[in-house]
Nanobody
Framework: QGRLVESGGGSVQAGGSLRLSCEASGFTYNSNAVGWFRQAPGKEREGVAAIYTSGGATYYADFVKGRFTISRDNMKSTTYLQMNSLTPEDTAMYFC?????????????????????WGQGTQVTVSS
């Protein structure tokens, strides 16, 4: 049974950086896409960044453009989220998700609807 495991979360001060990792295991082939989502207390989960594993096209939510970078190492089945210039508003549980079904269209890639595997999440806390 395939699963996703996130790591790299932690506590940092505003302006700091973290790199999250999402490792896939137990799958016999790469997913079509991997996305990072986050959920802050009392708020809905929102898409942060996503990448197509073939071709490497990337997509970002407006609120992270220029600060976060998503990347992928297909040999390691691992997707990364480099987060720079963190602010307290970035505090949330961060989840990675993978699409092992039908290839989703770009307009859906930051929405959680078509992702069929999810990790347990890693907490990111940014203090002012």
């Amino acid at each position: 049974q395939g699963r996703l495991v996130e790591s790299g979360g932690g506590s940092v001060q505003a302006g700091g950086s973290l790199r999250l990792s999402c490792e896939a295991s137990g799958f016999t082939y790469n997913s079509n896409a991997v996305g990072w989502f986050r959920q802050a207390p009392g708020k809905e989960r929102e898409g942060v960044a996503a990448i197509y594993t073939s071709g490497g096209a990337t997509y970002y939510a407006d609120f992270v453009k220029g600060r976060f970078t998503i990347s992928r190492d297909n040999m390691k089945s691992t997707t990364y989220l480099q987060m720079n210039s963190l602010t307290p508003e970035d505090t949330a549980m961060y989840f990675c998700a993978a699409d092992y079904g039908r290839i989703m269209q770009p307009e859906m890639i930051l929405k959680e609807n078509d992702y069929n595997y999810w990790g347990q999440g890693t907490q990111v806390t940014v203090s002012s």
